[in-house]
């Protein structure tokens, strides 16, 4: 794993925080935070609410606004976790987009 390292995004997020994170809700909005930090964290959130789908949706896009505080940033944290939580379920991967469609993003709005 030599030379990773997280993003300028997360980075610029993270430093806003404090400590002890009790401001993970401050964090302002970006035009420019976009980037994959928070989707490449969100899987374990589809692991764990893989049957608790709305919960699963709030999770994802509070998580991956502390660090992507764009609609593409965390709505992308929100299709990762959903999309895990649809593999648990043995969802044929041809039907995720549908059920994206239909099923989690009416809770995303």
Request: charged letters at 15%.
């Amino acid at each position: 794993m030599s030379g990773r390292a997280p993003g300028g995004t997360c980075i610029r997020s993270a430093a806003q925080l404090k400590e002890d994170g009790s401001n993970w809700n401050t964090i302002k909005f970006s035009k420019n935070a976009g980037g994959c930090g928070a989707s490449m964290r969100a899987a374990c959130i589809g692991l764990y609410y893989y049957d608790n789908i709305k919960k699963l949706i709030e999770i994802s896009i509070e998580t991956g606004r502390t660090t992507h505080h764009h609609p593409i940033g965390y709505l992308g944290s929100t299709v990762a976790a959903y999309f895990t939580a649809l593999a648990i379920r043995n969802v044929h991967p041809y039907l995720w987009y549908k059920e994206l469609i239909n099923e989690a993003l009416p809770y995303a709005r």
